[in-house]
């Protein structure tokens, strides 16, 4: 009768460790056509993107995307393999994850406005064109900050502007604090696409809150627009604060100290 040798420690160690190459191995090939997560440049402005490609750390192509998705900076995506086009080939099936409008972070970037002319109070947002497509998509703004009253008391108003036009304004009344005082400030707005398109009508709500060093409210306004406003949601659209004295005379300052935008519907 045959006499087996018994396999050393080593030799099993070995033999496992071959078994587990050969299956990854065989996994990757099995599954070197399903679709990957990626991330679009995050400098892109327009034509095919550059991407990267499954957590690589490289940015690398550019790669064809699917009509119907139109790149965003930075949009979280999946990229699906060519077949027969090598390793490297993918193209962008679309969005992936919860809406990218915005930012991550708020922009923490301070922004004063001491003249009567409208000043940027915030950063420049940005909704990509066509992000709209439904009737009920949604998005939101907020602003914060402080600011001085002066030496002699004058209103301060604050305008959003949706590319390049004030679509949504209010305005703190000049004898709402005393002269010199320190004053802390929010801005909130949400508008509504309510008919999407060329002519897309929107529908804005906001609220603007006042408050001196006590911290006790002394101005809370909320509004909502009964005129729908109108501005094409196929374009891209900016969004941004400005704020303005209604005059200089008495120093007056406002500085916004964080602010953020995003899509939340």
């Given at each position: 009768m045959p ?12 033999t ?7 299956s990854?191995?065989?996994?990757i090939s ?5 679709p990957v997560?990626?991330v679009?440049?995050p400098?892109?402005?327009?034509g095919?993107p550059n ?6 750390t ?14 965003v ?13 090598g ?5 962008i099936?679309?969005h ?5 409008i ?14 009567a ?8 947002w940005?909704?990509p ?11 939101e703004?907020w602003a ?7 030496s ?11 590319q ?12 709402t604090?005393?002269?010199?005082s ?9 508008f509504y696409?309510v008919v999407t ?7 804005p ?6 408050s001196?060093?006590n ?8 509004e909502t627009?009964?005129?729908l406003y109108?501005?094409?949601s196929?374009?891209?659209q ?12 008495g ?6 100290v ?8």
């Open positions: 006499r087996y040798k018994h396999a050393q420690p080593f030799d099993i160690v070995r496992v460790q071959q078994v587990q190459k050969n990854r191995a065989t996994a099995a599954n070197a056509n399903l997560p990626a679009i440049d400098s892109y402005v327009s095919q991407a990267f490609i499954n957590g690589s490289a940015l690398s192509g550019p790669y064809s995307v699917m009509s119907e998705y139109i790149p900076a930075n949009d979280t995506v999946i990229a699906l393999p060519v077949p027969g086009a390793n490297n080939t993918y193209i099936l679309g992936y994850g919860p809406p990218s915005g930012q991550p972070l708020a922009d923490m970037t301070q922004y004063t406005a001491t003249t002319t409208p000043t940027q109070a915030s950063a420049i940005s909704i064109a066509a992000d709209a497509v439904l009737p009920g998509a949604t998005y703004f914060s900050g402080s600011g001085t009253w002066g002699t008391q004058q209103a301060l108003t604050f305008g959003l502007y949706i390049g036009t004030q679509h949504i304004v209010t305005t703190i009344p000049a004898t604090f005393a002269i010199n320190i004053f802390h400030w929010m801005f909130w707005v949400r696409c398109g060329s002519s897309a009508t929107w529908y709500e906001h609220r603007l809150l006042a001196g060093a911290q006790q409210t002394a101005w809370d306004i909320t627009l009964t005129t109108t501005q094409s196929l374009a891209s900016t969004v941004e604060l400005q704020a303005s004295w209604a005059s200089v005379t120093a007056p300052t406002v500085t916004t964080a602010n953020w935008f995003r899509r939340a519907a």
